[in-house]
């Protein structure tokens, strides 16, 4: 079965501090990955996607995401985190067809 | 990014009515949609999957014939929720993609449904 792990719920962090948030699967195949944010009553924002090619992609407000193969993991990284990031992230994956899979959702909170 | 708007952001409405929440993608056309549902703090279930012209896809457990899925034209896909329950007082967001290939999804910006 396809699955998307995101073992943390809630994520703190200090305004200025590195941040990462987890994310594993298990699919088959070569998935595409995907990241997104979400604010408080709103939908989803895509921030970022890996296909192919370099394993750390960069996308939107300074996230960037590495792709490890091997241990099927796509996290989700910033090197400073700002108090605007406090969000609720996910993280998702297409094996292939139309399909996406969601993780949970970790909840990241920046203490300023 | 490409838009996909959602209306209305919120609805509160009395059990036992019916309830439209339009799901629309504005500068792309999209021949598939996809509706979630989102329970408070939790992850996206996904619900159906609408296909323009032809009959939405179900997950298992979503009941077809409470939430009527439309997806009429390639901009517009309609979630009418019927009888409304306390129960299905959540909150609904639709999303489609620009591209079959390695597109992401586009969200709406999702519709909270309170049932009285």
């Known amino acids: 079965a396809q699955s998307v792990a995101q073992p943390e719920d809630q994520v703190n962090v200090a305004e200025g501090n590195p941040l990462t948030v987890k994310c594993t699967y298990s699919?088959?195949?070569?998935?595409?990955l995907f990241w997104y944010v979400q604010y408080p009553n709103r939908g989803l924002q895509f921030l970022l996607k890996y296909i192919t090619g370099d394993n750390l992609v960069k996308g939107s407000y300074g996230f960037e995401a590495e792709f490890n193969k091997s241990q099927t993991s796509f996290h989700l990284k910033k090197p400073s985190a700002l108090v605007s990031d406090s969000a609720l992230y996910f993280c998702a994956v297409r094996p292939f067809g139309n399909q996406f899979y969601f993780g949970t959702g970790t909840s990241l909170t920046v203490i300023p | 990014g490409a838009v996909v708007s959602q209306h209305p952001s919120r609805v509160i409405c009395k059990s036992g009515t019916s309830v439209k929440i339009e799901c629309r993608s504005l500068?792309?056309?999209?021949?598939?949609m996809f509706w979630y549902r989102q329970f408070p703090k939790k992850s996206l279930m996904l619900m159906a999957t609408?296909?323009?012209?032809?009959?939405?896809?179900?997950e298992q457990g979503v009941e077809k014939d409470k939430f009527l899925i439309n997806h009429a034209s390639l901009t517009l896909s309609t979630l009418t929720v019927t009888s409304a329950h306390p129960e299905d007082s959540s909150f609904y967001i639709c999303?489609?993609?620009?591209?079959?290939?390695?597109?992401?999804?586009?969200f709406g910006e999702g519709s909270r449904l309170t049932v009285l």
């Open positions: 999303s489609a993609r620009t591209s079959p290939g390695a597109g992401e999804l586009f």
């Open positions: 699919v088959s195949g070569n998935p595409y």
């Open positions: 500068d792309f056309q999209a021949t598939t």
């Open positions: 609408s296909n323009e012209g032809s009959k939405a896809t179900y």
